[in-house]
């Protein structure tokens, strides 16, 4: 078990991907503190790795208001002793571009992806140096903050400002021992999330994927370069590295868990060759 002893606080638990990287963290041995504005999802998360026989808390908390967010982690303080890995997660999806955006919806969506990490990252960090924990943060990011995605202005637009977030912090917090790196995951495929809010008992609702403005591949495997998508447990697993000893010499990295996506030549198409 390579995160035995060590607290886990992971942010936005719905039974998709951060709920599947949590599960994976406890299977590791990380007791877990769930983090999410949405009660089921927080509840749901702890319950389900409770029943794995790991240890696991739940908190409600709006990852954009700092008295929420001290409170939430001096919760898993008096109850874990400390946080050792942050993983910020929570997100909002607002598939609009620069001509429909309403500036409040843009202010909330950034809000939530930026100052959300940028709160517990502040808060946690102060909590590390604190009790001299040499701790870990990751952020996840999007292939969509790597990438001009039409018609998802606000959350492309966080997702990189989130990826040198990630860069600038780390540079910040290295004389502590503390790393920092951010994971990039990329459309997902469906069947673990729905799979985990059948056994969690909540609803989830479906793909992004379907959602988004015409123009987009109907079938998106075929664009990644290994022809299938990434699941929640594949990011699960690389968390869990980035997390672990076994990353020590890692800071400021970006892993992309995303099936060659980012690396493929524009003009090649996978699905065709
Ligand atoms: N699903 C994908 O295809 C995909 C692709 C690349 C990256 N990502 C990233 O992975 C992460 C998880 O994505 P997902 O698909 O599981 O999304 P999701 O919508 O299922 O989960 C996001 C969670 O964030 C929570 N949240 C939203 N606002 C919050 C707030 N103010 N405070 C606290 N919690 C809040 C939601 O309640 C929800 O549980 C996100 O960072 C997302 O950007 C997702």
Redesign the pocket.
């Known amino acids: 078990m390579k995160l035995e002893g060590k607290t886990a606080l992971v ?10 990287i949590a599960e994976e963290l406890a299977r590791e041995g990380a007791n877990l503190v769930c ?4 009660e089921e ?1 927080a509840e749901k998360c702890a319950a389900a790795i409770i029943a794995e026989g790991h240890d696991a808390m739940d908190v409600v ?5 700092e008295d929420q967010v001290v409170a939430a982690i001096s919760t898993a303080t008096e109850r874990f002793g400390g946080v050792d890995i942050l993983v ?6 607002n598939f609009k571009g620069v001509l429909d955006m309403p500036v409040d919806e843009w202010r909330r969506q950034t ?3 930026l100052t ?1 990490a940028f709160l517990f990252t502040k808060h946690v960090a102060h909590l590390m140096i604190r009790q001299d924990r040499k701790g870990n943060i990751i952020n ?6 790597h990438q001009g995605e039409p018609g998802n202005v606000g ?1 492309g637009t966080a ?1 990189a400002g989130l990826m040198n977030f990630t860069r600038s912090v780390a540079m910040e917090l290295s004389g502590y021992g503390i790393r920092v790196n951010s994971l ?5 495929n469906p069947s673990e ?1 729905q799979e985990r809010a059948a056994r969690w008992g909540v609803d ?2 479906r ?3 379907g959602q988004r403005a015409a123009g987009l591949l109907p079938d998106a495997s075929r664009g990644a370069p290994l022809l299938k998508l990434p699941s ?1 447990s594949h ?1 699960g697993k690389a968390a869990v590295f980035l997390a672990s000893d076994d990353a020590e010499m890692i800071t400021g990295f970006d892993l992309r868990v995303d099936a060659g996506a980012v690396s493929r030549y524009w003009i090649w198409s996978p699905g065709d060759a």
């Open positions: 942010t936005g638990t719905s039974p998709n991907i951060m709920g599947g983090v999410d504005i949405r999802y908390c709006d990852v954009t208001d910020n997660g929570a997100a909002l999806f809000d939530i992806i959300g996840i990011i999007s292939t969509a903050g959350y997702k990039t995951p990329t459309a997902t999330g989830w609702p793909p992004r994927l929640p990011y």
